[in-house]
């Protein structure tokens, strides 16, 4: 049963690192990406809003790396209850990390792109074209969001809490 406890932790927790790194690479990605864009930004409004997106990048790399793990697993000559324990609070910890996840990884982008997307209903306004074909990109990018928001706020914690339930119910079946 130890065996069993100390496997199913070490796989979660390999899972969330991998998770970690993985989100690490594409924050890395954002933010060469939207500092390329900034660069090419028609004005000031959407210079600051790429530069917002970008600095979203990096802020992804710190947050995963700093706060996207729990408490390290307990030594391998530690008990069945130990493991178990420290299994649920890795459960606790990706819960509240997905629970909050409209705040450290989607509103920060999202203030940065509405900033971009009015900088550059500006720039087009200033020419004399029409802005309001930028509206379709709100939509969408909105959209995106909102999907992510419900796959990780909903979906995702759904699916970490039936995993803790189902430990739980197996650790107060051999106790």
């Known amino acids: 049963m130890l065996a069993i406890a100390m496997d199913r932790a070490n796989r979660f927790d390999r899972m969330i690192r991998q998770r970690n790194w993985r989100e690490s690479a594409a924050g890395v990605l954002v933010a060469a990406i939207f500092g390329f864009i900034a660069w090419k930004s028609p004005n000031t409004l959407a210079l600051a809003g790429n530069l917002v997106v970008a600095a979203s990048g990096l802020w992804y790399v710190f947050y995963m790396l700093r706060y996207g793990h729990g408490a390290p697993l307990p030594a391998p000559d530690r008990s069945l209850g130990d493991f178990q324990q420290a299994l649920l609070g890795q459960y606790d910890h990706q819960i509240r990390l997905l629970l909050n996840v409209k705040y450290w990884y989607l509103l920060p982008p999202y203030v940065g792109l509405l900033l971009a997307s009015a900088g550059i209903m500006m720039a087009e306004a200033a020419k004399g074209q029409p802005g309001w074909p930028q509206l379709i990109a709100v939509a ?16 995702g914690v759904r699916k970490l809490r039936t995993a803790r339930e189902r430990l739980l119910k197996e650790m107060n079946q051999g106790a």
């Open 140 to 155: 969408v990018y909105t959209a995106v969001f909102a999907v992510v928001w419900w796959l990780n706020g909903t979906y």
